[in-house]
C-alpha cells in the first residue's frame, strides 16, 4: 500500500476544493440564467404583487386594449402634414373624453408627443393638449382630471415650447391667455408656463385664485 505524503494529501484538499468552487459557480450561473429567463416570461405575462397590488411587466391586456385608440390616433397625426386638420383632433379629443379614466396614461401620450415632437409638430401638440383640455373642462366640470394631470407632470414638455420661433410663440400667448380668460389653467400656472417658454403674456389683474378656477 502506497503511503500519501503529507504533501499529496495537501493538494488533494486543495484540488477537491478547487471543484467545488467550480461546480458551485457554474451552478450560481446556471441558476442566474433560469432567473432571468424566468423574469422575462413574467414580464410578458404581467405579475401581480400580492402584497401591494402593483402590477409589474406588461399591462392588463384590457388597458392596452383601451389604450389602443390613443395610440392609433396620435399615429395618425404624426402620420399628416401640420397643420392638423380638425378632424383629427376632434379625433384625439373624442378618445380621451370617452377613456377619461385612463387619464394618466393618454396625459403622458399627449405629453411625450409634445415632448419629443420635431419643430413643425410643436405647436400642432400643444393645441391637442389645449383641446382635450378645453373638451375635459366643460364635460367634466370640477371633476375634470386633464388639467390637474397636466399641471403635475406636464410642465417638461411645455418647456420644449421655448425653441419656437417669436410667430409661434405669439400663438401659444394667445392660447395661454385664453387659459385664463375660461379659466382653463390656473392664472399663476399659466404665468410659470409663459415664464419657462418666453412667450409675452398680456393678463388683466391678477384674475381669480386657484381655487375659484378649479371650480
Not at 98 to 115: C, V, W
Not at 143 to 149: G, I, L
Request: aromatic content about 8%.
Amino acid at each position: 500500500v502506497r503511503k500519501t505524503s503529507g504533501g499529496d494529501a495537501g493538494g488533494g484538499a486543495d484540488g477537491g476544493t478547487m471543484l467545488n468552487e467550480a461546480a458551485l459557480e457554474k451552478s450560481f450561473w446556471q441558476r442566474l440564467r433560469e432567473l432571468s429567463n424566468c423574469a422575462r416570461a413574467l414580464r410578458r405575462r404581467g405579475v401581480l404583487c400580492v402584497r401591494c397590488g402593483h402590477r409589474f411587466g406588461h399591462p392588463n391586456r384590457k388597458k392596452s386594449r383601451e389604450h389602443a385608440e390613443i395610440d392609433a390616433a396620435l399615429r395618425d397625426v404624426r402620420a399628416s402634414r401640420p397643420p392638423i386638420s380638425g378632424k383629427l383632433v376632434g379625433k384625439v379629443v373624442e378618445i380621451s373624453i370617452k377613456q377619461a379614466k385612463f387619464f394618466k396614461g393618454i396625459t403622458y401620450e399627449l405629453d411625450r408627443f409634445l415632448r419629443k415632437a420635431k419643430a413643425e409638430y410643436r405647436i400642432p401638440a400643444f393645441y391637442l393638449i389645449n383641446a382635450v383640455c378645453q373638451a375635459s373642462k366643460t364635460k367634466f366640470r370640477d371633476k375634470d382630471q386633464y388639467v390637474p394631470r397636466f399641471m403635475e407632470k406636464g410642465m417638461p414638455g411645455f418647456e420644449t415650447l421655448a425653441e419656437c420661433d417669436d410667430a409661434e410663440k405669439t400663438q401659444i400667448a394667445k392660447v395661454l391667455k385664453f387659459w385664463v380668460e375660461e379659466r382653463i389653467f390656473p392664472e399663476l400656472f399659466v404665468r410659470k408656463v409663459g415664464k419657462a417658454i418666453g412667450a409675452t403674456l398680456e393678463l388683466e389683474g391678477s384674475g381669480p385664485s386657484i381655487s375659484e378656477q378649479l371650480k
